[in-house]
């Protein structure tokens, strides 16, 4: 199966400071990928479809200006959590879908302190 | 629209059954199943597209009823490695964007 590799595994932040998050496709091109974000025993909650060329695609919710998405790359997409307050705290997981099946990142546990 | 999952969370002892239901109130267009540990990232077990479906591997198998708005996942003979959180996801096929909703789980716990 294709690979989505996510880095950093985790990052433990100082409020207000900012935090990016990069999710790259290994063995394939991908045009789109996507963001979620994971709270504790709840399910994936998808934030923003990343589009390689072009701007990104929020979901009702998100604040575009809070989670800025590049995907300056086709093998490449990142997420930046900026002014990062503990609230922000959370799972988050990058996807991308080169056929049927879509394929996951290993996931961010961000802490913002 | 986010899909419905039943139940919320399950109690297993080692090999007994489990079925999780994934609804909606629309026909939808894929349903996928994943599997996710706990702080790690979700495994893809299998996709169904045509109403009247049913696949399976192993132990695990899955169908989508005839009007594409209910989907089942189906583990026999539970395993400890079963236990984990099962999601179903939905969404338009990936040339037509990709992007996939998530019902909000279904805790498995399989005990010795």
């Known amino acids: 199966g294709a690979v989505v590799s996510q880095h950093p595994s985790w990052v433990i932040c100082k409020s207000g400071t900012s935090v990016k998050i990069e999710c790259r496709s290994l063995d394939f091109q991908a045009t789109t990928m996507f963001w979620y974000r994971q709270f504790p025993k709840q399910s994936l909650m998808l934030m923003a479809t990343?589009?390689?060329?072009?701007?990104?695609?929020?979901e009702q919710g998100v604040e575009k200006d809070k989670f800025l998405i590049n995907h300056a790359s086709l093998t490449l997409s990142t997420l930046t959590v900026t002014s990062a307050h503990p609230e922000d705290s959370s799972f988050y997981i990058c996807?991308?879908?080169?056929?049927?099946?879509?394929?996951f990142g290993q996931g961010t546990r961000l802490t913002v302190v | 629209q986010q899909p419905v999952q039943s139940p919320q969370a399950v109690i297993l002892r080692e090999g007994e059954d489990a079925v999780i239901n994934c609804s909606s109130s629309k026909a939808l267009y894929s349903v996928h199943w994943y599997r996710q540990k706990h702080g790690e990232a979700p495994v893809f077990l299998m996709i169904?597209?045509?109403?009247?479906e049913q696949k399976g591997h192993e132990k695990i198998s899955a169908s989508f009823n005839e009007k594409k708005q209910q989907s089942s996942l189906y583990l026999t003979a539970s395993q400890l490695s079963y236990s984990g959180t099962y999601f179903c996801g939905t969404g338009p096929d990936y040339n037509q964007g990709g992007k996939l909703i998530f019902g909000q789980g279904t805790e498995l716990s399989v005990k010795p």
């Open positions: 169904l597209l045509k109403g009247g």
């Open positions: 990343s589009n390689e060329g072009s701007k990104a695609t929020y």
């Open positions: 996807s991308a879908r080169p056929n049927t099946e879509a394929f």
